[in-house]
């Protein structure tokens, strides 16, 4: 069985292998900048917790750094088994386009709540734009990952 020529088989391969790539990737992501963030709030205590949040920023930068590559390579294997068709179906364009949403409104819900936060906190409002920062990258990987995870899922 193809589809234009390439096999079912490499397609369902690459599916997923661009899963795993994205769950990493928002993993890596999310270890990496909720690290460097734990550094920046703990940065005046000078304790072990800042030692750890600190090992923990360098972890995952390294581990941001490894799945970047592990996507370039994915990249790679796409264009070699010139599979990019079949991997853009209709299905996984609707699968982005509702993570997008899902991501978008996530990130509006995150400002509302800092604007109420802002109005009846002392808190540093930085820390929270981080924080919805962080989770507007992350909140559309997982979830558009999650969604080809169960299509795959149902499909085997």
Known sequence: KSYIGVKMSEIDR?????????????????????????????????GTGLLIAQIGTLIGAL???GASIFYGRFAGQV???A???????????????QAFGIGFMSLLLGL???ICMAEFTN????YGLRIVAIAGVMIPILVF????????????
């Open 79 to 81: 264009k070699k088994a």
């Open 14 to 46: 690459l599916i997923v292998l661009r899963i795993r790539a994205m769950f990493f990737a928002a993993i890596a992501f999310g270890l990496w900048q909720f690290s460097w963030l734990a550094s920046s709030v703990l940065e005046s205590t000078q």
């Open 63 to 65: 581990t941001w750094a």
């Open 145 to 156: 990952a999650g969604r080809e995870y169960n299509d795959n899922q149902r499909a085997e």
């Open 112 to 114: 509302v709540l800092l």
């Open 123 to 126: 808190w540093n409002i930085i």
């Open 83 to 97: 599979a990019r068709a079949p991997l853009n179906d209709e299905l996984t364009c609707h699968n982005r386009t």
